[in-house]
């Protein structure tokens, strides 16, 4: 039954239970149903399942724990206003299975520790906080006071507050994610990394330059209206799913869609609306008009190109051009310059297909770019973001309906967290709102991003990791040295709702805070609360779940943390967090007055969904950059150089995950059943290699300071992609990132590009699904002795 249970910890395929079918040609339709609703029923029950599904994006209802894609007005939502995905998201913290104090009675830390990032996820949720005392075989339960008084009294012992980081993860509410941070600077420290440190923070780098603002300008109305919608980098139909019914209403209205994209995704290629009958049963809509094959790292290139295309065809809107931008005779003259012999060579795309795509924009008044993770998580990451803005700007496309730029956040709230100042850079102009409003003067010192927080943990700089939701370890990059870096900590806590890598691989002492979930009903203080989010294009609203809490032990997120703080700060500059904690309008009444664009914030919010927050490109062609107005910038053509016999590698999520969190082994639309242990490889490259059709190799990624690292045990599947590229999953890839290789300007780290080689170990990869293989392997880690076979 169990199949997991056997194996070494994030193996999670076996070569025998593995299944590879060819890629499906469209998403969604029945089987999404049919899917979602098999994981619903299985943890949740009938009646749960539907109690809770028909509460999901409903205006009275909660907002989805999945990804940030906005809801409709609210006069046009559906009665089942969710996704596949978002159905699993919610299953996951819903379901009815419990990790209680028994459960860590019978499973020792050493025992969790061999365990699969699956099989810790499927236990079921946490009632209880527990904590691991040092040298301890077992979490214990501990009782709230007392878990706080540890965190604080040694929070208070710190020779320095900048030697605590305090992590969050963007499911965070704006609620506790505007405690955190106040309670972060009260405390004395701008050390407050997030995820979107290793997401989208290259897009928020590039746009806060280009074009005085880090987010992205259009609505949903936007969408629907354009006339032409470029995707690159994004796979909406697993990450992003009701994207694909904002798709399907821009194709009727007659709009084009240009897909760019190493892999031909499912849901770009046909989508079969579950909402509608015709969906269901019909043949679906087909979705993109033309698919660019770009080589991974190409789109940089791509973007001048066709930038270069436009300037030469003379397709350009000159009024906006000359009233709202700077810099765009230089930009026109390296565009003149450009390289087409690089361009060729860094997205392996045909002169034609470019020019192609280049006459959809020419034909179209109306452009929207959307992009995600292949866009952000590479070196050059923003400098790309910065082409898609040139190429924006040279027709206009912003400020003005049915155009504009739009980066696919990924966490429910990560955009507003970030609004809400969980930033390790906050503006100064953020600092003097809080100075003024609460009367303490934050720190000005810039903090630690999530990489540098890893090495500063490493290094023995800092001592205590707090994480606000998430799973850093196996989030992060570099997994062995994040790992080692966790290690050192004298005190790691998380405030999560499962279980996850982050509570086995702990520092001295280990706590775990289990919180409540947005489904569930909280009634901290006595009354009933909601909270508020933030999706992707700015609109903020209310939520409050309908579910009773998982346990009677859970606390608050925002309980948690003004419990925290006043065991940490006692009345240190006179902070309300009783009055926060037992009303969270009072939280929000703060907001209205410190976070810009939130004015009557509580009343705004009230609303049926809610309110948008300012934009000035989107709303006024008002641009607040340095020189105020949007900028043309110039960077070089990129070609990242892979030796011979490497493959450039990206991870990136199957259609059964929510980042670390793996709902199960399938990855329907790319043909994989019952693993993730697949490296998808081009069918010439596999020869090229010396290699077959289910080989099992291990991926050695190469660094610079000449080390190595291996992920061992992976089968090769063959995958129509462009040459000398390959595709595996993450989290169980992220120890062949390294940690010092990130994007130039954001510190994201390259997910997305890192040059690998495949490796028949000796034994032929069979033995690597046994437990002691696996783990030798892991922990000698470049140390192995496997002599590196050069395969072309
Ligand atoms: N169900 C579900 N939903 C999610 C998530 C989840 O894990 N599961 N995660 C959430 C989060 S936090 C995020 S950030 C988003 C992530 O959403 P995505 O960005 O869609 O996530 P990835 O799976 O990383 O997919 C990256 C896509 O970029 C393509 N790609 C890779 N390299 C390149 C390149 O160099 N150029 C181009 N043009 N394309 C490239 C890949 O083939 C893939 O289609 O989704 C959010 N929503
Ligand atoms: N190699 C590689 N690495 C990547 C990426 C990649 O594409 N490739 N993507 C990166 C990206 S885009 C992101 S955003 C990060 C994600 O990094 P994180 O946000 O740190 O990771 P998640 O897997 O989303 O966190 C899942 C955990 O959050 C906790 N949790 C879930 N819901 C709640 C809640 O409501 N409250 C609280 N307190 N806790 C909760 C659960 O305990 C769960 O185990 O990973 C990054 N890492
Ligand atoms: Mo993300």
Known sequence: MDIMSRRAPRQDVNDDHLEVEAPKKSAAGVPAVAVAMKFAVEQMGVRRTAQTLLKLNQADGFDCQGCAWPDPDPSHRHTAEFCENGAKAVTEEATLRRVDRGFFVEHSIEDLRDKTDYWLGQQGRITEPMVLRAGATHYQPIAWDQAFELMGGLLNGLASPDEAVFYTSGKVSNEAAFAYQLFARAYGTNNLPDCSNMCHESTSVALAEAIGIGKGSVSLEDVHDAKLIVVAGQNPGTNHPRMLSALEIAKQRGAKIISVNPLREAGLVRFKNPQKVRGLAGPGTALADLHLPVRINGDLALFQAIGALLLEWDALDHDFIAEHTHGFEEWAAAARELDWDAVRRATGLERREIVAAARLFQESDATVVCWAMGITQHRNAVATVKEIVNVVLLQGNIGKPGAGLCPVRGHSNVQGDRTMGIWERAPEHFLDALQKE?????????????????????????????????????????????????????????????????????????????????????????????????????????????????????????????????????????????????????????????????????EKVSRPGGFVLPHPPRDSRTFDTEVGKAMFTVSPTDVLHVPEGRLLLQTMRSHDQFNTTIYGLDDRYRGIKNGRRVVFVHPEDITALGLADGSIVDIVSEWSDGSERNAPGFRVVPYDQPRGCAAAYYPETNPLVPLDSTAIGSNCPTSKSVIIRLVVPPHGGKGVTESSDAGAARDSGSKRTVQPEHLS
Request: net charge negative; glycine share 8%; charged share 25%.
């Open 438 to 602: 609460f009367g303490f003067d934050p720190p000005r010192e810039h903090g630690l991003d999530t990489v540098k927080a890893i090495e500063a943990l490493r290094d023995g700089k800092a001592k205590i990791f707090i994480g606000m939701g998430g799973n850093f370890v196996s989030a992060a990059p570099d997994t062995e040295v994040t790992e080692q870096a966790m290690r050192n900590a004298d005190l790691t806590v998380h405030v999560s709702t499962k279980l996850n890598r982050s509570h086995v691989v702990t520092g001295r002492e280990a706590l775990i805070l289990p919180a409540m979930g947005r489904s569930e009903r909280d009634l901290t203080g006595g009354r009933l609360q909601r909270v508020t989010v933030e999706d992707s294009m700015s609109a903020v609203h209310a939520s409050h779940g309908p579910l009773k809490p998982a346990s009677p032990y859970l606390k608050s997120e925002v309980d948690i943390i003004c419990s925290l703080a006043i065991a940490t700060l006692g009345d240190r500059h006179g902070l309300p967090w009783e009055d926060f904690r037992s009303d969270y309008t009072e939280i929000r009444h703060r907001i209205a007055r410190v976070v810009p664009g939130c004015a009557a914030y509580d």
